[in-house]
Nanobody, 119 residues
Framework: QVQVVESGGGSVEAGGSLTLSCRTSGLNFDDYGMGWVRQAPGTEREGVSCLNPNGGSALYADSVKGRFTISRDNAKETVYLQMDNLKPEDTAIYYC????????????WGQGTQVTVSS
């Protein structure tokens, strides 16, 4: 059984930083692209970032380029999202997602973690 579990959400003031973590189990982690998707109230889910396996390229939404950094530790089966210079519009539930290759469709989802940025 595949499990995808996020942690690290919380509340922060604008300009602050947070780091999200996502640990998986039951998945061939090395073989999967790992990414983050967010959903703000009343909006559709938005792909934030994705990192292909085996040293592949990282993808970012234009809205977070230069502020967010995705990384992964295959030994720990964990993917991270470092979020700097946070803005109120970054407020959302952030979901970790596993997909065989970024952009090919998400196979597994986490339960989500709330990020709230106050002005």
């Amino acid at each position: 059984q595949v499990q995808v579990v996020e942690s690290g959400g919380g509340s922060v003031e604008a300009g602050g930083s947070l780091t999200l973590s996502c640990r998986t189990s039951g998945l061939n982690f090395d073989d999967y692209g790992m990414g983050w998707v967010r959903q703000a109230p009343g909006t559709e889910r938005e792909g934030v970032s994705c990192l292909n396996p085996n040293g592949g390229s990282a993808l970012y939404a234009d809205s977070v380029k230069g502020r967010f950094t995705i990384s992964r530790d295959n030994a720990k089966e964990t993917v991270y999202l470092q979020m700097d210079n946070l803005k109120p519009e970054d407020t959302a539930i952030y979901y970790c997602a596993a997909e065989y290759r970024c952009g090919e469709g998400i196979d597994y989802w986490g339960q989500g973690t709330q990020v709230t940025v106050s002005s």
